[in-house]
């Protein structure tokens, strides 16, 4: 084409007072409550709403009125058929070429606010149905219609899914403008005396009203870039580490081409740009002219949209060319996505690619210690005071990662149950996955004693949760020949099942990761770890604990600096063998990894246990929480109780894993004492950046029990850091209430605080 005949052909269009609006999204919310078992009383309709957007393009206007919500009361009479309300919809739009309103909705089923009890949608197909009642106990959206004879009836029609809208979801269709037209739509319940009571209530009902266009005139926007906007759970966009909540800054390109190819100062009030409706601000300095076209950059703040947009959802962009009468857009242009990623316990690591280059939040939240056994918690003591698990703790925090970074996620799991003896015979009560400490039965003392005091067990300890980089370097793999590994030959009496491979390590405290195979439980026996190829004493690193969960197995040790240095080799050459049954000829080994513990980024510590008498130290926080006494606080009762302090930044049980009780190997685990005190089981303490403490000190009439303290959380590698326990007097809201007395497994939050777009 030549510039003379694009002149002619295209600058020379008289200018078009059209509005063509791809895809404007206006989103209304109608929440449907119902009372179970019968027919409607009354029917009752919120407050009343007006929503509206102004396109902005040549003065459309497009609005949607309703009530805000309807409410279906049911009795208790079963009347077997179906109850309706009208929806009360009204729609106007001064767009010439009309609009469609569709409706859709992210959930399908009424459900009670526990979500215990729901009542399905009638028609789940995906077209509309020829019915003017519903199947018994379900719900319907009912449209009235023409038929081909020019005869009105009800057709139950599908709901939506709100990113893919579909004509069988379509309310009504307009061609040109409309002043408040009535929206002939009910809503239908047919409940019968089977359905349990309650308030039932369906996911927000979304109106989504688009401005049709005329296909002569439109043409499409070359390319949007960046397409993609985070926001959080209620449509709001994201904040950066600052609290700013950022606007979405993105480059636009048209197929215009101008005469004259400078920019002058003025040139880009020739353009007026739109995104879901909201003005988009262009910035002066960034236009740029080409033979291929027109580019600018644009600012458009999605966080002041009504309503505001929901991951999942899709929107356009649209550019006036204000001298020319020509309207460019792109549909699904915008892709609003979550800006969080969740983790929760698996009791395996776990990893996570990080999809673009910026700032992100950290969150971790520790697992708790093991949970009081139903009958414990019937059991009153000392006036039923609390003895519940310490909880998890919380720590977040801001970090700056590339596109394709990779990070290792340890998410804590919670401590075993303390089980009484009569319940559950095992002495050992396991600490949750990533450090937790185990917990023990204790002894009887010989007394008056109801049965259900025998041999009370202390929970296990919540494991911690943490961010720490990815180890890619498997031991065990032929990738790494000269790390040997070798098993004992089938048949040995040797308890441990590995020799090797020797890894050359510095000083510092280290987890080792094992993923196995043929190992049950009842066949492992903990591990061992070496240096310098010798197993002489003052060769073997300090602080070993080992745990399985399934089939991996940690193996934490510190490799302190007074140690004596090695003579066998140069460099130290860390040795950790596994110790099973030696009637176990087909356990392997599949992977073997090794990470630093001080490389962690930031960690959650994990809350301690409970038992009879003792609530659990809580996690978190840079120091954890010390164990909760329980009983009665006058002496000599409370002499006879030990309370371990919480782990520090620089103390702990160990580095990374709570304390574990001490446990007697006597299968009678019986004294006698005149007064007849009953000896309680210990709990285990919470993992974390250092575990929490648990007494070593030995089972006897002096000590009549002791409790666990939790692990201590770290922010040392983020910034803006907050570490939290649960009782450090400020929000609580992270720990919802159903975990005081079950516990919980702890969870890691990855969110944006800034991405290719955001700006402040």
Request: aromatic share 10%; net charge negative.
């Amino acid at each position: 084409m030549t510039i003379k005949k694009f002149a002619k052909d295209f600058l020379g269009k008289k200018y078009s007072p059209f509005i063509f609006f791809f895809g404007s999204l206006i989103v209304f919310t109608f929440i449907l409550l119902a009372h179970s078992s019968g027919y409607a009383e009354t029917v009752d309709h919120g407050a009343f709403k007006n929503n509206g957007v102004f396109n902005g393009i040549n003065g459309s206007h497009l609005a949607i009125n309703y009530f805000e919500s309807t409410t279906i009361n049911l009795g208790a009479t079963d009347l077997g058929h179906t109850v309706k309300v009208d929806a009360d919809i009204l729609a106007m739009s001064t767009a010439r070429n009309g609009m469609k309103i569709y409706i859709s909705s992210s959930e399908k089923s009424l459900k009670t606010a526990d979500g215990v009890n729901e009542i399905p949608y009638d028609n789940l197909g995906n077209t509309q149905v020829l019915k003017s009642d519903n199947s018994p106990n379900t719900w319907a959206i009912f449209l009235t219609k023409e038929n081909a004879l020019g005869q009105n009836e009800e057709y139950q029609i599908p709901i939506c899914d709100n990113d893919n809208l579909t004509n069988e979801c379509l309310l009504e269709e307009f061609d040109a403008s409309v002043t408040m037209h009535p929206i002939d739509l009910k809503y239908g319940v047919n409940a019968t005396s089977s359905l349990a009571p309650g308030t039932y209530s369906s996911k927000p009902l979304l109106l989504t009203g688009v401005i049709s266009t005329s296909p002569t005139t439109e043409k499409p926007i070359t390319s949007v870039l960046p397409s993609v906007v985070p926001l959080d759970a209620s449509g709001h966009t994201v904040r950066n580490e600052a609290g700013q909540k950022l606007k979405h800054r993105m480059k636009i390109e048209v197929p215009i081409m101008e005469r004259d190819m400078d920019v002058k100062p003025n040139d880009y009030k020739k353009f007026k740009a739109t995104a879901g409706g909201l003005d988009c601000i262009i910035d002066p300095t960034s236009l740029v002219k080409t033979t291929a076209g027109i580019s600018f950059d644009c600012t458009v703040d999605f966080d002041t949209a009504t309503p505001l947009f929901q991951a999942g959802q899709k929107t356009e962009v649209v550019v006036e060319t204000i001298p020319y009468g020509y309207t460019f857009s792109k549909q699904n242009a915008i892709q609003f996505v979550n800006s969080w990623v969740d983790y929760g316990y698996t009791g395996t690591p776990q990893e996570f690619t990080f999809p673009v280059t910026g700032k992100y939040k950290l969150e971790v939240m520790g697992a708790s210690g093991g949970p009081r056994t139903p009958v414990q918690q019937a059991f009153n003591w000392y006036y039923n005071k609390d003895f519940n698990p310490g909880l998890g703790g919380y720590s977040s925090g801001y970090k700056d990662f590339n596109a394709g970074d990779r990070v290792a996620l340890f998410v804590g799991g919670r401590g075993e149950a303390s089980l009484d003896e009569g319940v559950n015979p095992n002495i050992i009560h396991k600490g949750g996955f990533n450090g937790g400490g185990n917990g023990s039965v204790g002894p009887l003392a010989w007394g008056n004693a109801n049965p259900n005091w025998r041999n009370w067990g202390g929970a296990g300890g919540g494991g911690g949760t943490d961010i720490r980089p990815v180890s890619d370097e498997n031991y065990v793999s032929p990738t790494n020949p000269g790390n040997k590994l070798r098993y004992r030959t089938p048949g040995d009496s040797n308890h441990a099942l590995n020799e090797g491979p020797w890894i050359p390590l510095d000083h510092g405290s280290y987890q080792a990761v094992f993923e196995v195979e043929n190992i049950p439980d009842s066949d492992f026996d903990g591990a061992a770890a070496y240096y310098d190829l010798n197993s002489a004493i003052d060769k073997q690193f300090r602080n070993v604990y080992s745990q399985k969960h399934g089939n991996f197995i940690s193996v934490y040790f510190t490799y302190d600096v007074n140690q004596p240095a090695p003579t066998l080799m140069p460099n130290t050459a860390a040795e950790v063998r596994l110790l099973v049954k030696t009637t176990n000829t087909t356990a392997k080994i599949k992977s073997l990894k090794f990470y630093k513990l001080s490389d962690r980024i930031i960690v959650g510590g994990g809350g301690a246990g409970g038992t009879l008498i003792a609530g659990g130290g809580h996690g978190g926080g840079l120091t954890g929480g010390a164990t909760i006494y329980s009983g009665n606080e006058n002496p000599p009762y409370t002499n006879s109780f030990i309370r371990p302090e919480g782990a520090t930044q620089t103390s702990g049980a160990g580095y990374g894993f709570g304390g574990s009780a001490p446990r007697l190997e006597d299968n009678t685990r019986s004294l006698q004492h005149p007064l007849g005190w009953q000896i309680q089981g210990r709990p285990g303490a919470g993992g974390g950046w250092c575990g929490g403490f648990v007494a070593q000190t030995p089972y006897d009439l002096s000590t009549v029990a002791s409790g666990a303290s939790g692990g201590s959380g770290y922010i040392g590698g983020v910034t803006s850091g907050i570490s939290r326990r649960f009782d450090d007097g400020g929000d609580t809201s992270l720990w919802p209430t159903a975990t005081y007395v079950a516990g919980h497994d702890g969870y890691i939050r990855i969110s944006y605080a800034t991405y290719p777009g955001g700006t402040p």
